[in-house]
């Protein structure tokens, strides 16, 4: 463990591997913001602060069983050439998970319910228990795909630990921010809701063993993102224009 505090090379694999694996985490960061944003402001804190304390155990659980997530990775049958592990069943499954949600998300945003509130709480048990329960279902898939990019990159356990660790700290203190905003502007939840869209559809291509770049993914949601804060600053410069009048 010494060694590795004075070790230069340990220090920029923590450094890499920390930004990496916040970059990995904005795909469960945008899902818990979007699925605590129909809870009360209470009850949302407590949803994100549950979900990303299940993203911190599944991860670090799952280092502390490497040799059963390597083994995930081996092919378990067969259909027409294609060999499917576990963890493409996984991500098959956490794709297709985060498409239907979305959509439907999408579909009460757009059409809503005959005779019903869509921005009005569910009963109090059952939502945050609701909430809960499908955070902890993509938290799982996240943190699968998280650990094995650390594994291929990063050989100390402890350094994995480490930035894991410092990747959920970040990702926590941007989780009440992000909801927030994403709350007070229902554009910006629309582009959220779009961004997951896309996620669940590299995430079930990655199981059909089509990858799919993760950095024009992230470059394209960082562009849209970018276009929106301008289209929220300038509906804000509007507002106080006519303010004025």
């Known amino acids: 463990m010494l060694e590795l ?3 230069p090379h340990a ?3 923590l ?3 920390t930004v990496l694996e916040v970059v990995l985490g904005i795909d469960n960061l945008v899902f818990i913001s979007i699925l605590t944003t129909r809870l009360d402001a209470k009850r949302s804190k407590q949803a994100r602060a549950v979900g990303l304390s299940l993203a911190f155990v599944f991860r670090i659980v799952l280092l502390a069983f490497l040799s059963f997530l390597i083994g995930l990775t081996q092919p378990i049958f067969e259909i027409r050439g294609f060999f499917f592990s576990w963890r493409d069943i996984i991500l098959i499954a956490g794709g297709f998970f985060l498409i239907a949600k979305a959509t439907h998300e999408i579909h009460h945003e ?3 319910q005959d005779g019903e509130d869509i921005d009005a709480p569910k009963p109090r048990k059952q939502a ?3 909430v ?4 902890a279902v993509i938290d799982l898939v996240f943190s699968i795909d998280s650990i094995i990019t650390a594994i291929g990159l990063v050989d100390d356990l402890e350094v994995m630990i480490a930035a894991i660790s410092i990747s959920m700290i970040v990702m926590y203190a941007a989780s009440n921010p992000v909801g927030a905003f994403i709350k007070a502007h229902p554009t910006t939840k ?3 809701l779009s961004f997951l869209v896309l996620i669940g559809a590299a995430l079930f291509a990655d199981g059909f063993h089509f990858h799919i ?9 960082a562009f849209a993102a970018a276009v929106e804060v301008f289209n929220v600053l300038a509906g804000r410069n509007r507002r106080k224009r006519a303010n004025r009048r």
């Open 190 to 192: 629309m582009l959220a």
């Open 213 to 221: 770049p993760r950095g024009y993914i992230y470059s394209a949601m």
């Open 11 to 13: 220090w920029v694999a």
């Open 132 to 135: 809960i329960a499908q955070l």
């Open 110 to 112: 757009v059409e809503g």
């Open 5 to 7: 505090l004075i070790d």
């Open 15 to 17: 450094l890499t591997l």
């Open 128 to 130: 945050l228990a609701a």
